[in-house]
């Protein structure tokens, strides 16, 4: 009895899409294998996977699709798994001593609900206010990628993203929101093509109202260019 009703806790969580913890739930041996050797794996269980589905899979359109999609989900929607992908920490002092805020908006978010393995997509505004150090705009877009490109909960990446650029400035002057639409809830499920989710996380002066009244108003400016 006690197996079953832990079963339906995970399936209710899931349908929630509430995440565990701030961490991706990795395993120890995660990199044991090398990414070709996961490629090969996972390739089979493509193949497994339609071929119960009932597809044969020596139709020449389908032939291919088990070892593309095992390549896509290792080097492309969740390398950001891996950590030697990680954008590099590089920073610059802050020459101009510019103190203002700096907002880096319409970051363009392509993720993967963990829950469903369906997309998430999106734009996140991230900002933060130097201390003494700054980077290059491209690291904000490129951090926002690599933490997006996993099996995510939106609430997660916000807060991954918004931790490993405290970690890189030095500062816990960081804050992120993400506006993103889930395809589990807009093409699945309840089918609500209008509705988008939107997280927040603010850090250090982000969260005096004032910080955070100027970050939130900068991210609605509709400039046109
Ligand atoms: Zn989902």
Redesign the pocket.
């Known amino acids: 009895m006690k197996i079953e009703s832990d079963f339906n806790d995970i399936d209710a969580l899931?349908d929630d899409?509430i995440g565990s913890s701030i961490e991706t739930p990795m395993r120890a041996d995660a990199f044991k294998l090398s990414n070709s050797e996961k490629i090969d794996i996972i390739k089979d269980d493509v193949r497994h996977i339609l071929e119960t589905l009932g597809l044969d899979l020596n139709d020449d359109s389908l032939n291919g699709t088990p070892n593309r999609v095992a390549k896509m989900f290792v080097n492309e929607i969740f390398g950001g798994l891996d950590p030697s992908k990680k954008p590099s920490a590089s920073t610059f002092d802050n020459k101009y001593k510019y103190g203002e805020m700096l907002v880096e908006k319409n970051i363009t978010v392509y993720s993967t609900?963990?829950?469903?393995l369906?997309p998430i997509v999106g734009r996140a505004h991230v900002a933060y206010i130097s201390n003494g150090t700054v980077v290059g705009l491209s690291k904000m877009n490129r951090i926002v990628d690599y933490f997006a490109k996993r099996p995510q909960v939106q609430e997660r990446l916000t807060i991954q993203i918004v931790k490993e650029l405290q970690n890189v400035l030095g500062t816990e002057d960081v804050a992120c929101v993400i506006d993103a639409k889930?395809l589990?809830?807009n093409s699945r499920g309840i089918r609500d093509i209008e509705s988008s989710t939107v997280t927040s996380e603010f850090g250090g002066k982000f969260k005096e109202k004032e910080t955070k009244r100027e970050f939130l108003d900068y991210i609605q400016l509709d400039t046109q260019f």
């Open positions: 899931g899409h609900c963990e829950h469903h369906l889930h589990c809830v």
